[in-house]
Protein backbone atom coordinates (compact mmCIF):
# COMPACT_ATOMS: atom_id res chain seq x y z
CA UNK A 1 0.00 0.00 0.00
CA UNK A 2 0.64 3.61 -1.14
CA UNK A 3 -0.67 7.29 -1.00
CA UNK A 4 -0.67 10.11 0.83
CA UNK A 5 -3.42 11.26 3.21
CA UNK A 6 -3.82 15.13 4.35
CA UNK A 7 -4.57 15.71 7.86
CA UNK A 8 -4.78 18.74 10.04
CA UNK A 9 -1.14 18.06 11.15
CA UNK A 10 0.52 17.30 7.48
CA UNK A 11 0.62 14.72 4.87
CA UNK A 12 1.04 11.28 5.81
CA UNK A 13 3.10 9.93 3.04
CA UNK A 14 2.79 6.12 3.06
CA UNK A 15 6.27 4.87 1.57
CA UNK A 16 5.50 1.01 0.76
CA UNK A 17 8.69 -1.08 1.31
CA UNK A 18 10.45 -3.24 -1.45
CA UNK A 19 9.88 -6.15 0.59
CA UNK A 20 7.02 -8.51 1.20
CA UNK A 21 5.42 -6.19 3.96
CA UNK A 22 5.87 -3.00 5.75
CA UNK A 23 5.97 0.60 4.53
CA UNK A 24 7.28 4.01 6.32
CA UNK A 25 5.37 6.79 7.49
CA UNK A 26 6.31 10.24 6.99
CA UNK A 27 5.15 13.43 7.64
CA UNK A 28 4.44 13.26 11.48
CA UNK A 29 6.23 14.39 14.30
CA UNK A 30 5.11 11.97 17.16
CA UNK A 31 6.10 14.36 20.08
CA UNK A 32 2.84 15.87 18.94
CA UNK A 33 -0.54 15.49 19.35
CA UNK A 34 -2.39 14.19 16.65
CA UNK A 35 -5.33 14.94 14.75
CA UNK A 36 -8.38 12.53 14.62
CA UNK A 37 -7.97 11.86 11.20
CA UNK A 38 -3.92 11.21 11.38
CA UNK A 39 -4.71 8.41 13.69
CA UNK A 40 -7.40 6.90 11.56
CA UNK A 41 -4.50 7.21 8.97
CA UNK A 42 -1.84 5.81 11.05
CA UNK A 43 -4.18 2.69 11.84
CA UNK A 44 -5.12 2.11 8.31
CA UNK A 45 -1.93 2.30 6.99
CA UNK A 46 -1.06 -0.62 10.36
CA UNK A 47 -4.05 -3.07 9.20
CA UNK A 48 -2.79 -2.22 5.23
CA UNK A 49 0.99 -2.85 6.03
CA UNK A 50 1.33 -4.96 9.06
CA UNK A 51 4.61 -3.22 10.02
CA UNK A 52 5.00 0.85 9.72
CA UNK A 53 7.99 2.62 10.54
CA UNK A 54 8.79 6.40 11.66
CA UNK A 55 11.82 7.19 10.79
CA UNK A 56 14.23 9.96 13.00
CA UNK A 57 11.83 10.26 15.69
CA UNK A 58 12.92 12.41 19.02
CA UNK A 59 10.54 10.31 21.75
CA UNK A 60 11.38 10.67 25.64
CA UNK A 61 10.25 7.75 27.02
CA UNK A 62 6.94 9.75 28.28
CA UNK A 63 6.28 11.02 24.58
CA UNK A 64 6.70 7.20 23.50
CA UNK A 65 3.65 6.41 25.84
CA UNK A 66 1.32 9.74 25.03
CA UNK A 67 2.02 8.70 21.20
CA UNK A 68 1.08 5.21 22.23
CA UNK A 69 -2.14 5.83 24.15
CA UNK A 70 -3.33 8.12 20.85
CA UNK A 71 -3.93 4.69 19.30
CA UNK A 72 -5.16 2.34 22.26
CA UNK A 73 -4.51 1.36 25.71
CA UNK A 74 -1.05 1.05 26.03
CA UNK A 75 -0.43 -2.13 28.20
CA UNK A 76 2.15 -2.67 31.45
CA UNK A 77 4.49 -4.98 31.19
CA UNK A 78 5.96 -6.26 34.51
CA UNK A 79 7.80 -4.38 36.65
CA UNK A 80 11.29 -3.42 35.81
CA UNK A 81 14.30 -4.12 37.58
CA UNK A 82 15.85 -2.40 40.12
CA UNK A 83 18.55 -1.63 38.08
CA UNK A 84 16.12 0.34 35.48
CA UNK A 85 15.23 2.16 38.71
CA UNK A 86 18.01 3.34 39.59
CA UNK A 87 19.08 4.47 36.57
CA UNK A 88 15.85 5.65 34.82
CA UNK A 89 13.57 6.25 38.46
CA UNK A 90 11.15 8.26 36.01
CA UNK A 91 10.72 5.53 33.67
CA UNK A 92 6.60 5.27 32.66
CA UNK A 93 5.64 1.95 33.78
CA UNK A 94 4.40 1.36 30.84
CA UNK A 95 7.76 1.33 29.01
CA UNK A 96 9.99 -2.00 28.88
CA UNK A 97 13.69 -1.73 28.38
CA UNK A 98 15.00 -3.89 25.79
CA UNK A 99 18.03 -4.18 25.79
CA UNK A 100 22.04 -6.54 26.28
CA UNK A 101 23.16 -3.13 28.75
CA UNK A 102 24.18 -4.42 32.25
CA UNK A 103 24.64 -2.36 34.98
CA UNK A 104 26.79 -3.87 37.78
CA UNK A 105 26.75 -7.34 35.98
CA UNK A 106 22.58 -6.99 36.51
CA UNK A 107 20.68 -6.92 33.03
CA UNK A 108 19.02 -3.40 32.53
CA UNK A 109 15.35 -4.85 32.02
CA UNK A 110 14.32 -7.99 30.28
CA UNK A 111 18.21 -9.62 29.01
CA UNK A 112 18.23 -8.75 25.43
CA UNK A 113 21.33 -10.79 23.93
CA UNK A 114 22.32 -11.74 20.53
CA UNK A 115 19.85 -13.79 18.39
CA UNK A 116 16.13 -14.56 19.08
CA UNK A 117 13.65 -16.98 16.93
CA UNK A 118 10.38 -15.75 16.01
CA UNK A 119 7.67 -15.15 17.82
CA UNK A 120 4.44 -13.47 18.61
CA UNK A 121 4.65 -10.60 22.14
CA UNK A 122 2.16 -11.91 24.74
CA UNK A 123 0.49 -15.09 22.83
CA UNK A 124 0.94 -16.74 25.78
CA UNK A 125 -2.03 -15.10 27.38
CA UNK A 126 -5.60 -14.93 27.16
CA UNK A 127 -6.04 -11.67 25.70
CA UNK A 128 -2.87 -11.09 23.51
CA UNK A 129 -1.39 -7.32 23.56
CA UNK A 130 -2.85 -6.35 19.76
CA UNK A 131 0.47 -4.53 18.83
CA UNK A 132 4.11 -3.78 19.85
CA UNK A 133 5.85 -0.29 19.14
CA UNK A 134 9.72 -0.30 19.48
CA UNK A 135 11.39 2.87 19.52
CA UNK A 136 15.44 2.91 19.30
CA UNK A 137 17.72 4.44 21.28
CA UNK A 138 21.25 2.95 21.04
CA UNK A 139 22.63 0.25 18.48
CA UNK A 140 25.60 -1.85 17.79
CA UNK A 141 27.68 -1.27 15.16
CA UNK A 142 26.04 -4.48 12.82
CA UNK A 143 23.20 -6.57 13.38
CA UNK A 144 20.69 -6.84 15.73
CA UNK A 145 17.91 -6.43 13.18
CA UNK A 146 14.56 -7.67 13.34
CA UNK A 147 12.79 -9.90 11.04
CA UNK A 148 8.97 -9.60 10.76
CA UNK A 149 7.06 -12.16 8.70
CA UNK A 150 3.77 -12.13 7.18
CA UNK A 151 1.27 -14.64 9.15
CA UNK A 152 -1.39 -13.92 6.54
CA UNK A 153 1.21 -15.37 3.67
CA UNK A 154 1.83 -18.23 5.69
CA UNK A 155 -1.84 -19.08 5.65
CA UNK A 156 -2.12 -18.97 1.82
CA UNK A 157 0.93 -20.68 1.32
CA UNK A 158 -0.06 -23.58 3.49
CA UNK A 159 -1.04 -26.91 1.32
CA UNK A 160 -5.31 -27.33 1.22
CA UNK A 161 -4.63 -30.59 3.31
CA UNK A 162 -2.78 -29.16 6.36
CA UNK A 163 -5.34 -26.18 6.60
CA UNK A 164 -7.96 -28.89 6.24
CA UNK A 165 -6.17 -31.25 9.08
CA UNK A 166 -5.51 -28.14 11.30
CA UNK A 167 -8.85 -26.44 11.03
CA UNK A 168 -10.14 -25.59 14.41
CA UNK A 169 -7.12 -26.87 16.34
CA UNK A 170 -5.86 -25.09 19.22
CA UNK A 171 -2.17 -24.82 19.72
CA UNK A 172 -0.89 -24.24 23.52
CA UNK A 173 1.40 -21.37 23.58
CA UNK A 174 4.22 -20.84 26.49
CA UNK A 175 5.90 -18.48 27.75
CA UNK A 176 9.34 -20.65 29.00
CA UNK A 177 11.59 -17.37 28.00
CA UNK A 178 14.74 -18.80 26.07
CA UNK A 179 16.07 -17.37 22.88
CA UNK A 180 16.53 -20.59 20.54
CA UNK A 181 14.73 -23.09 22.29
CA UNK A 182 11.73 -24.53 21.62
CA UNK A 183 9.19 -25.43 24.73
CA UNK A 184 9.85 -27.98 26.73
CA UNK A 185 7.88 -31.46 26.59
CA UNK A 186 7.61 -31.80 30.56
CA UNK A 187 7.15 -27.98 31.80
CA UNK A 188 5.40 -27.45 34.50
CA UNK A 189 2.68 -25.20 33.08
CA UNK A 190 1.68 -24.00 36.89
CA UNK A 191 5.15 -21.93 36.59
CA UNK A 192 4.69 -20.32 33.50
CA UNK A 193 2.50 -17.99 31.48
CA UNK A 194 0.55 -20.60 28.73
CA UNK A 195 -2.84 -20.60 26.69
CA UNK A 196 -3.92 -22.35 24.03
CA UNK A 197 -5.41 -20.08 20.96
CA UNK A 198 -6.68 -21.37 17.22
CA UNK A 199 -3.97 -22.71 15.24
CA UNK A 200 -5.03 -20.12 12.59
CA UNK A 201 -6.88 -17.03 13.40
CA UNK A 202 -9.17 -14.28 12.01
CA UNK A 203 -8.35 -10.66 11.91
CA UNK A 204 -10.77 -8.41 13.55
CA UNK A 205 -9.93 -5.66 11.32
CA UNK A 206 -9.22 -7.34 7.92
CA UNK A 207 -10.96 -10.14 8.42
CA UNK A 208 -7.97 -12.23 7.15
CA UNK A 209 -7.11 -15.52 7.91
CA UNK A 210 -3.31 -15.95 9.62
CA UNK A 211 -1.33 -18.67 11.29
CA UNK A 212 -1.34 -18.28 14.74
CA UNK A 213 1.45 -20.35 15.78
CA UNK A 214 5.61 -19.44 16.44
CA UNK A 215 8.57 -21.92 17.04
CA UNK A 216 9.44 -20.27 20.26
CA UNK A 217 6.49 -20.29 21.76
CA UNK A 218 4.50 -22.96 20.72
CA UNK A 219 4.84 -26.25 22.38
CA UNK A 220 2.29 -28.69 20.57
CA UNK A 221 -1.15 -29.20 18.84
CA UNK A 222 -3.89 -30.45 21.08
CA UNK A 223 -5.57 -33.33 20.93
CA UNK A 224 -2.56 -34.67 18.72
CA UNK A 225 0.07 -37.62 19.79
CA UNK A 226 3.32 -35.65 20.12
CA UNK A 227 4.87 -37.42 16.71
CA UNK A 228 1.47 -36.00 14.39
CA UNK A 229 1.49 -32.55 16.48
CA UNK A 230 5.36 -32.03 15.78
CA UNK A 231 5.23 -33.03 12.22
CA UNK A 232 2.42 -30.22 11.82
CA UNK A 233 4.16 -27.69 13.75
CA UNK A 234 7.78 -28.37 11.88
CA UNK A 235 5.71 -27.85 8.46
CA UNK A 236 3.84 -24.87 9.88
CA UNK A 237 7.66 -23.07 10.96
CA UNK A 238 9.20 -23.82 7.71
CA UNK A 239 6.23 -21.96 5.64
CA UNK A 240 6.14 -19.34 8.16
CA UNK A 241 9.74 -18.97 8.41
CA UNK A 242 10.13 -18.34 4.48
CA UNK A 243 12.32 -15.99 3.38
CA UNK A 244 9.84 -14.94 0.67
CA UNK A 245 7.29 -13.30 3.27
CA UNK A 246 9.74 -11.91 5.56
CA UNK A 247 11.15 -8.16 5.71
CA UNK A 248 14.40 -7.38 7.78
CA UNK A 249 14.28 -3.91 9.62
CA UNK A 250 17.93 -2.45 9.72
CA UNK A 251 17.72 -0.23 12.27
CA UNK A 252 18.61 3.56 12.48
CA UNK A 253 18.49 5.62 15.58
CA UNK A 254 15.33 7.24 15.76
CA UNK A 255 13.12 4.56 14.56
CA UNK A 256 9.96 3.97 15.74
CA UNK A 257 8.43 0.05 14.53
CA UNK A 258 5.10 -1.06 15.17
CA UNK A 259 3.90 -4.18 14.53
CA UNK A 260 1.13 -6.14 14.71
CA UNK A 261 1.05 -9.32 16.80
CA UNK A 262 -1.98 -11.01 15.05
CA UNK A 263 -1.08 -11.17 11.88
CA UNK A 264 2.95 -10.96 11.93
CA UNK A 265 6.00 -12.79 14.15
CA UNK A 266 9.06 -11.04 14.61
CA UNK A 267 12.59 -12.50 15.40
CA UNK A 268 16.14 -10.97 16.01
CA UNK A 269 19.35 -11.23 14.07
CA UNK A 270 22.64 -11.44 16.30
CA UNK A 271 24.84 -8.64 17.21
CA UNK A 272 28.21 -8.07 18.77
CA UNK A 273 28.00 -8.89 22.68
CA UNK A 274 30.21 -6.36 23.29
CA UNK A 275 28.70 -3.32 21.66
CA UNK A 276 25.27 -1.96 23.76
CA UNK A 277 21.59 -2.12 21.99
CA UNK A 278 19.00 -0.42 23.76
CA UNK A 279 15.49 0.05 22.60
CA UNK A 280 12.12 1.21 24.44
CA UNK A 281 9.16 -1.09 23.91
CA UNK A 282 5.69 -0.47 24.46
CA UNK A 283 2.50 -2.21 23.54
CA UNK A 284 -1.26 -1.97 22.93
CA UNK A 285 -3.84 -3.89 25.06
CA UNK A 286 -6.36 -6.58 23.41
CA UNK A 287 -9.55 -6.50 23.77
CA UNK A 288 -10.46 -10.11 23.11
CA UNK A 289 -9.12 -13.68 22.25
CA UNK A 290 -8.06 -14.15 19.28
CA UNK A 291 -10.78 -16.20 17.48
Not at 10 to 23: H, K, N, R, S, Y
Not at 94 to 109: A, Q, T
Not at 216 to 228: D, F, K, S
Request: hydrophobic fraction near 40%; aromatic fraction near 8%.
Amino acid sequence: MAGAKVTDTGVVEIAAFDAPLGAELRGLDLREKLSPEAVRAVLQAWYDNQVIVFRDQDLSPRQLVDFTAQLGTPGVPRMPSQAVRDVIPDLPPEVMIVSNVRIDGKPLGLPHDGEMWFHSDMCYAEIPHTATMLYSVELPSTGGNTLFADMYAAYENLRPETRARLEGKKALQVHDYKRTERPGVDLDLTKVGNYAHPVFITHPETGRKAVYVNRLMTARIEGMERVESDAFLEELFSVAEDPSIVYEHVWRTGDLVIWDNRCITHARTDFPDNERRLLRRTTLLGTEAPQ
